[in-house]
């Protein structure tokens, strides 16, 4: 009887750890909303800190960067962006012969580049606590559980390496010299805040030769001589804002995305927050890469693919607008048009021309659609927690074209820096589509 015993409880034993390691654990641990969860947590931390839009894009562009590097070791179908990104020539590699769980090290990554760039460090613990406790729930060994979170913090090591490189660093701190040349830039109310990131153009973009590689045409010439150029499309703001439908409204609204408003009632004062164009543009890809049951390999392709060419667009965007300097409508509409004018959106605290949410939509757009395919038709519930109601679109480019239209309707831009912009931001696009390859 002993004996027999003895053969059940290894029997049992044996079974048991076949059970435990059949690999079973591998098809759960690659659910995509893992990513999905915390690139939404590091918006929520983005939010949070009051980024300016180009600094966000920054976070999000090295946060997409390590989860694909730390990723497609797990696929030979993909390939590194090493040799590929301006001075990126190297990244950690896994250890051969040794079982990862490549997924838990992409989304390790990307949340250790995301704690790496923002500042509250509180908003993570309870989110990081549960996702690790969600990833051993699969089943997954606790070797390649604690070999797969090592690996990708060590991708995430050589993307924070790569990026103190980039410049940002040293353009800290720097301010704009506000002049008083007619139709220069002047800041703007209520907070008359300094002009945000003057220096942008000099960060270093990932794929593109140089900030300046798609220049757009220069923009009119101040002249508010009646029936110049200039005057009239400064005539167009007022009057298009002044006849809004309210669909026209609720479509500048919803593409707000202003980071920090100030409200001021009476003698109060206060701010409200929300997320950034590139972190409403990295919303839509959750959304889409559910919507279309993407896996993994794809959804963080489509996450690479889009934040740089969010990036590289807000670099070559900020080097026109720190070139040109040109006046907001709220600015030069109160002083020659009407000064009670006020536009339906509080006006960003940087000059006009061009109009970065055209830019970096224009860029998104062109990227999603290589990566997730072209009329694909999605509601976008990205403003939902803000109050907004849930818009629908037919297309990236459908959601890029009113996402830059709305700074019109917002009273925040002129007609032709929508034009240029999302020109601009297209050519960006197709640049990075053309010169980057995720695939052998």
């Known amino acids: 009887m002993k004996q027999l015993l003895t053969i059940l409880f290894t029997f049992c034993v044996l079974i048991s750890c076949k059970k435990a390691d059949d690999g079973s654990w591998k098809k759960a641990a690659e659910n995509p909303e893992f990513l999905r969860h915390t690139q939404l947590q590091v918006t929520e931390s983005i939010i949070h800190d009051i980024f300016a839009p180009p600094v966000s894009s920054r976070i999000y562009m090295y946060s997409a960067l390590a989860a694909y590097e730390a990723l497609i070791p797990g696929n030979p179908a993909y390939q590194s962006m090493v040799g590929q990104l301006n001075g990126f020539s190297k990244v950690a590699r896994p250890e051969a012969g040794k079982e990862y769980c490549y997924a838990l090290a992409a989304t390790k990554a990307y949340l250790t580049i995301g704690k790496n760039l923002t500042f509250a460090q ?147 004062m206060f701010a409200t927050k929300k997320m950034s164009p590139g972190g409403h543009w990295m919303s839509i890809i959750t959304l889409v890469s559910r919507q279309e049951k993407a896996d993994i390999y794809k959804t963080a392709e489509a996450y690479l693919m889009t934040s740089m060419a969010i990036f590289d667009g807000f670099i070559s965007c900020w080097d026109e607008k720190y070139r040109s300097v040109k006046i907001r409508p709220e600015s030069v509409i109160n002083e020659s048009v009407d000064k009670n004018w006020q536009p339906v959106l509080q006006t960003p605290p940087f000059p006009e021309y061009t109009s970065g949410h055209s830019v970096i939509s224009g860029a998104a757009s062109v990227a999603l659609t290589k990566v997730l395919g072209d009329n694909i038709a999605f509601p976008d519930s990205s403003e939902v927690p803000y109050g907004l109601p849930v818009r629908k679109f037919t297309s990236f480019y459908h959601a890029a074209d009113e996402a830059s239209i709305s700074r019109l309707y917002g009273g925040i831009h002129f007609l032709p820096a929508l034009d240029e912009g999302l020109k601009q931001g297209k050519q960006v696009g197709n640049w990075i589509v053309s010169t980057i390859k995720t695939k052998k």
């Open 122 to 268: 509180e908003v993570y613990e309870p989110f990081e606590k549960k996702l690790w406790e969600d990833y051993k729930a699969t089943g997954m060994p606790d070797d390649v559980f604690e070999r797969s979170i090592a690996f990708g913090d060590s991708v995430a090591a050589s993307i924070m390496a790569y990026s103190k490189k980039d410049n940002y660093k040293q353009t800290r701190g720097l301010r704009h010299t506000v002049t008083q040349e007619k139709g220069t830039w002047v800041p703007t109310p209520p907070a008359y805040m300094d002009a945000a990131e003057p220096n942008w153009r000099k960060i270093r973009p990932v794929t593109l030769d140089t900030c300046s590689q798609f220049k757009p045409v220069a923009p009119f010439k101040y002249d508010m001589t009646k029936g110049s150029p200039y005057y009239n499309m400064v005539m167009h703001a007022y009057n298009t804002i002044n006849n809004l439908t309210q669909e026209q409204r609720d479509i500048a609204n919803f593409w707000d995305c202003n980071p920090f408003k100030m409200n001021i009632t009476g003698h109060a």
